[in-house]
Nanobody, 116 residues
Framework: VQLQACGGGLVQAGGSLRLSCAASGRTSSSYTMGWFRQAPGKEREFVARINWTGASTYYADSVKGRFTISRDNAKNTVYLQMNRLKPEDTALYYC??????????WGQGTLVTVSS
């Protein structure tokens, strides 16, 4: 499966952005999908994941209550709605797919910059 993320940009603190990740190739509708991020000089970290039905989601504590992950399997697309953004949310955001227990497919990343 190939993943293409988009929707990043520059936003002021307190603002919102919605990231999208379109999947193509081998069907991803049965995969768990997730978002990760990597800030400059830091390790990549988990942000959120959603199971294949969309009924189960899980978030990092740092984004809980501000970010919402969702998916539209008819469009093979997963979304990350980011509200009340903070400067510490600045990072390169990656989407990923997990058919089993391992994240095996990664998108190219989309940059989110939050100014104070």
């Amino acid at each position: 499966v190939q993943l293409q993320a988009c929707g990043g940009g520059l936003v002021q603190a307190g603002g919102s952005l919605r990231l999208s990740c379109a999947a193509s190739g081998r069907t991803s509708s049965s995969y768990t999908m997730g978002w990760f991020r990597q800030a400059p000089g830091k390790e990549r970290e988990f942000v959120a994941r959603i199971n294949w039905t969309g009924a189960s989601t899980y978030y990092a504590d740092s984004v809980k209550g501000r970010f919402t992950i969702s998916r539209d399997n008819a469009k093979n697309t997963v979304y990350l709605q980011m509200n009340r953004l903070k400067p510490e949310d600045t990072a390169l955001y990656y989407c990923a797919a997990r058919p089993g227990s391992t994240w095996t497919a990664w998108g190219q990343g989309t940059l989110v910059t939050v100014s104070s």
